[in-house]
């Protein structure tokens, strides 16, 4: 099986043109202390998205949802999205 390198595998705000098929719904979740910073953390979570999508044969993630909440221990936060492949010669 043939596996793309991280960078290829896009983040993408919204659903390309041509053909496209999706691959899986997937997601990861961490969990940090109140202090530290969102933004951060999203960064890490789109990269370890990036290599599930990668592991699946994907070309981009689509349909991202973060989703943030406070507990007593800290925040939980969680990145979700849908592996997808794309064909552009449609």
Do not use: C, W
């Amino acid at each position: 099986m043939y596996l793309h390198p991280v960078g290829d595998v896009r983040i993408l705000n919204q659903r390309p043109g041509g053909t496209v098929r999706e691959i899986a719904r997937i997601g990861v979740r961490a969990a940090m202390p109140r202090s530290s910073r969102t933004s951060d953390i999203r960064q890490d979570m789109e990269e370890m998205l990036r290599e599930r999508a990668r592991r699946l044969g994907a070309d981009g993630v689509v349909d991202l949802r973060f989703k943030r909440k406070l507990s007593l221990k800290g925040v939980k936060v969680s990145l979700s999205g849908t592996a997808v492949t794309i064909d552009l010669r449609d």
